[in-house]
């Protein structure tokens, strides 16, 4: 079975830095995309960007460059989302995807979703 | 900026049908790419629903249905249960952004 299994909830204050992880298992990590979505309070789903693990060729959505890094180990099966300065505003749950195919189709599986609060 | 336009609710009650558009442009839908739906419980992962703008994955009941033509695409749910409560997506691959899209979500109410 084909699973994305992230890390739990994390709880941070503002300026502080955060890496969340997506554990893929179930198929071959290096041959499908990986991408985090963003939720935030009682807004919709917002792609932030992908990467293909075989290479860590890496895209990002315009309005979250600069602002998260995706990255991934191949070793571990492991994909990344990772923030240096946490803001408020950041405060959202994040979702790891896949395309089961190519970055032009659909996304599936989902992970469970990691909840992070960013409060002072 | 492109966008994928969905209607913020629609309701129906038990038995009934329901559809929920989602309208993009020649960026994305119309360029054309296939278009996707997933179903949103709170607290649950998101759930493909149709893939490929008309095919359902196993186990997701032939209730619903998926349908595109030109720049817009329509998602179909028959039978309504009050089970399908749920926020509705769309998504689409848009060569704007270089990456996926998804709508602004739909909420059903099954009245």
């Known amino acids: 079975e084909v699973q994305l299994v992230q890390s739990g909830a994390e709880v941070k204050e503002p300026g502080e830095s955060l890496k969340i992880s997506c554990k893929g298992s179930g198929y071959t990590f290096t041959g499908y995309w990986i991408a985090w979505v963003r939720q935030m309070p009682g807004r919709g789903l917002e792609w932030m960007g992908i990467i293909y693990p075989g290479d860590s060729y890496t895209r990002y959505n315009p309005s979250f460059q600069g602002q998260v890094t995706i990255s991934a180990d191949k070793s571990t099966n492991t994909a990344y989302l990772q923030w240096s300065s946490l803001k408020a505003s950041d405060t959202a749950i994040y979702y790891c995807t896949r395309h089961p195919k190519n970055k032009y189709n659909w996304f599936d599986p989902w992970g469970q979703g990691t909840l992070v609060t960013v409060s002072s | ?111």
């Open chain 2, 1 to 111: 900026q492109s966008v994928l336009t969905q209607p913020p609710s629609v309701s129906g009650a038990p038995g009934q049908r329901v559809t929920i558009s989602c309208i993009g442009s020649s960026s994305n839908i119309g360029a054309p790419y296939d278009v996707h739906w997933y179903q949103h419980l709170p607290g649950t992962a998101p759930k493909l629903l149709i893939y490929g703008s008309n095919n359902r994955p196993s186990g997701v009941p032939d209730r619903f249905a998926g349908s595109k033509s030109g720049t817009s695409a329509s998602l179909a749910i028959s039978g309504l249960q009050a089970d399908d409560e749920a926020e509705y997506y769309c998504q689409s691959y848009d060569n704007n952004l270089g990456g996926s899209l998804f709508g602004g979500g739909t909420k059903l109410t099954v009245l």
